[in-house]
C-alpha cells in the first residue's frame, strides 16, 4: 500500500526567506507526482506535475523535484511572500492502478 | 471551460436520509476520484474510476456506492448518511496520456449529518 507523507505539517517563516516542503512516498512504481495548493475552505490548485521519468519542473518562482529511487519529492519557493500562505499538498499516481494518493499537508504561514 | 464540477455544494442531511452527489467533468478524462478530507485527516480515497463503467475500492470505501454510466460523470451516493460522513467531498478528474496527465479538482461539497 502506498503511504505518502509530508513532514513537516506546519511550518512559519519570514518574508523573504525560501521555503522548502518535503514529500516522502513508499512505493517508488508511481506515474506522476503533483503538488497542489489549498486555501482554508477552498479547493485544490494545482501547481506543479513531475512525471516519474522527469527530475524536476519549474513554474515561476516554484521549483519541484523529484527522485524516485529515494521516493522522494521537494518543493521549493523562492522568496516567499504572504500570499504563500497555505496548505500544500502532494499526491503520487500509481503506476498500476492509478490510484491517487494524498500526503497529510503542509499548512505554510508566511509572516510579513 | 468549466473543467470539473460538483453537485451540491452544501449540504444538510438527517441521520438515514440519502443523497447523491454528482461530479461532472468535460475534459474527456478516463479516470475519475472521489475523495473525503477531514480535520487533521488530510484528503481519503473513497473510490475511483478508470473509466466508464468501471469503478474501485479506495481506502475508506464503507457506507458509499459510486457509478460511472457515463464517461463524464461520476457518481457517489450515501445510502444511509452518518454523523461521522459529515466532511468535504472532492471529486477529481485526470487524463492518461502524457504531458497533460495532472489531476483536476472541483469545489467541494461541504456536507453535514445532523
Redesign the interface.
Known amino acids: 500500500k502506498q503511504e505518502v507523507t509530508q513532514i513537516p505539517a506546519a511550518l512559519s517563516v519570514p518574508e523573504g526567506e525560501n521555503l522548502v516542503l518535503n514529500c516522502s512516498f513508499t512505493d517508488s512504481a508511481i506515474?506522476?507526482l503533483?503538488w497542489?495548493r489549498q486555501d482554508p475552505g477552498?479547493?485544490?490548485t494545482?501547481l506543479l506535475?513531475i512525471?516519474s521519468s522527469q527530475r524536476e519542473q519549474t513554474s515561476g518562482r516554484l521549483n519541484a523535484s523529484l527522485d524516485k529511487s529515494s521516493g522522494r519529492s521537494t518543493l521549493y519557493i523562492a522568496a516567499s511572500q504572504p500570499g504563500d500562505s497555505a496548505t500544500y499538498?502532494c499526491?503520487v499516481?500509481e503506476a498500476a492502478?492509478?490510484?491517487?494518493?494524498?500526503?497529510?499537508?503542509t499548512r505554510v504561514l508566511v509572516k510579513p | 471551460n468549466a473543467g470539473v464540477t460538483q453537485t451540491p455544494k452544501f449540504r444538510v442531511l438527517k441521520t438515514g436520509q440519502s443523497m447523491t452527489l454528482l461530479c461532472a467533468q468535460d475534459m474527456n478524462h478516463e479516470y475519475m476520484y472521489w475523495y473525503r478530507q477531514d480535520p487533521g485527516m488530510g484528503l481519503r480515497l473513497i473510490h475511483y474510476s478508470v473509466g466508464e463503467g468501471t469503478t474501485a475500492k479506495g481506502e475508506v470505501p464503507d457506507g458509499y456506492n459510486v457509478s460511472r454510466l457515463k464517461k463524464q460523470n461520476f457518481l457517489l451516493g450515501l445510502e444511509s448518511a452518518a454523523p461521522s460522513q459529515t466532511s468535504v467531498y472532492f471529486c477529481a478528474s485526470s487524463a492518461t496520456r502524457v504531458p497533460r496527465t495532472e489531476a483536476f479538482f472541483g469545489q467541494g461539497t461541504r456536507l453535514t449529518v445532523v
Open positions: 506515474y506522476n503533483q497542489f477552498k479547493g485544490l494545482s506535475l512525471q499538498l499526491a499516481r492502478g492509478n490510484k491517487l494518493t494524498f500526503g497529510g499537508g
